[in-house]
């Protein structure tokens, strides 16, 4: 062989080689830019949105949250809350906190919930010999069931560490609508 013709052929070899690896490392950046476009198209945000007047009373309660859906049977996120309540000459709290929730869609129109919530819960009670201050935490664990259709379900959850003392609601039954866009 000529000295030519083999360093013809090993400059060949090298740019086929650089040329392969290189359309590899384009195809792998590809793919990691594919799949992080890829996790919002799963995300939806939602949650709630409450306010309630009356005489001498206000209850307003902000309820975001955000959930991911792993395919079309299930789904799980984090949601954040913030509720003010008063009653004139009798009652006023502050509670603040956040929850896990778990969704699953055995049919399309049905939505079966869990959610673990945490409330930091800041209340004052007044009556004519004072007032009573308490800062406690709450747990609340909802099961929950509910009719859906698109992006609303209509519920009911039961909190099954619901306490007749010392708790922030006043019923372990509770209706719900979720929303999420």
Known sequence: MK???VIDLTLLLTIVFLFGFKSEIYAQENTQIKTKSDFWKHVQFGGGLGLGFGNGYADIMVAPSAIYNFNSYFSAGLGA????VKQRNFYSANM???SLIALFHPIEELQISSELEQLRVNRTFEDSFGSEKQ???NTALFLGA???NQNVTIGIRYNVLHKDRDNIYAEAF???VRIYF
């Open 3 to 5: 000295k030519n013709s």
């Open 81 to 84: 809350q913030y509720n003010y």
């Open 96 to 98: 603040y906190g956040g």
């Open 135 to 137: 800062d406690f935490w």
């Open 146 to 148: 509910g009719y859906r």
């Open 174 to 176: 509770m209706p719900f």
